[in-house]
């Protein structure tokens, strides 16, 4: 556990709507993360974060947006939610490991339904 | 594309056996590889890390990388029924922006009692 939480744990919500979904970490990592994951696609990069309002965008960050005004929260809206982003969200962090290297933790997801 | 190539199975095993996950990778330049556990619902779980060519063995698991082939590899050893997941290997490729994982979209492994 790298005091991940993630809140949402579930929403259905309409078409057209805004959704902002939360990753909240106690542990002050720089870095953090929102992945998608898709039956038959795997997990892709939505948007990353390197600090307080330093963000950038990953592989799917159209119709994504994120927001980092605190080290503890990384927000990711959904401006106008369409049902192509049905999914499950999660967030990580990432630090450097005793080995140097950088690993990634995951907290424990949100389920999105876009009706 | 920087892309990571798995075999989806699903690998299904007796108890007792080992099994055999298998990944390849796309970018010669990658430096650190990950294989992550997911049960159905949760979230993935890191298990391994490798960095240099070679084994790395940590209890009944082996990560096995080989740069020049890009190929990495997890051998899990007296497989249990508990082991049955799905398994996610990752890269984080030369120069890669925020060092973001690459996924593969995972092996689904399944463990026969």
């Known amino acids: 556990d790298a005091g991940i939480t993630q809140s949402p744990r579930h929403k259905v919500t309409e078409t057209g709507t805004p959704v902002t979904l939360r990753c909240h970490q106690t542990?002050?990592?720089?870095?953090m993360y929102w992945y998608r994951q898709d039956p038959g696609h795997g997990l892709r990069l939505i948007h990353y974060s390197y600090g307080v309002k330093d963000t950038d965008k990953g592989e799917v960050s159209d119709g994504y947006s994120v927001s980092r005004s605190k080290t503890e929260d990384f927000l990711l809206t959904l401006e106008s939610a369409t049902s192509s982003q049905t999914s499950v969200y999660f967030c990580?962090?990432?630090?450097?490991?005793?080995?140097?290297?950088?690993?990634?933790?995951f907290g424990p997801g949100t389920r999105l339904t876009v009706l | 594309q920087k892309e990571v190539e798995q075999n989806s199975g699903p690998l299904s095993v007796p108890e007792g056996a080992i099994a055999s996950l298998n990944c390849t990778y796309s970018?010669?330049?990658?430096?650190?590889f990950f294989w992550y556990r997911q049960y159905s619902g949760k979230s993935p779980e890191l298990i391994m890390s490798i960095y240099s060519n070679g084994d790395k063995e940590d209890g009944r698991f082996t990560a096995q990388l080989n740069k020049a082939s890009q190929y990495v590899s997890l051998l899990i050893r007296d497989s249990q029924p508990s082991d049955s997941a799905t398994y996610l290997c990752?890269?984080?490729?030369?120069?890669?922006?925020?060092?973001?994982?690459?996924f593969g979209k995972g092996t689904t492994l399944s463990v026969s009692s």
């Open positions: 542990e002050n990592h720089r870095y």
């Open positions: 990752a890269v984080i490729p030369a120069n890669q922006a925020g060092t973001a994982l690459i």
């Open positions: 970018d010669r330049g990658s430096q650190s």
């Open positions: 990580a962090i990432s630090y450097t490991a005793a080995t140097g290297y950088n690993e990634q933790f």
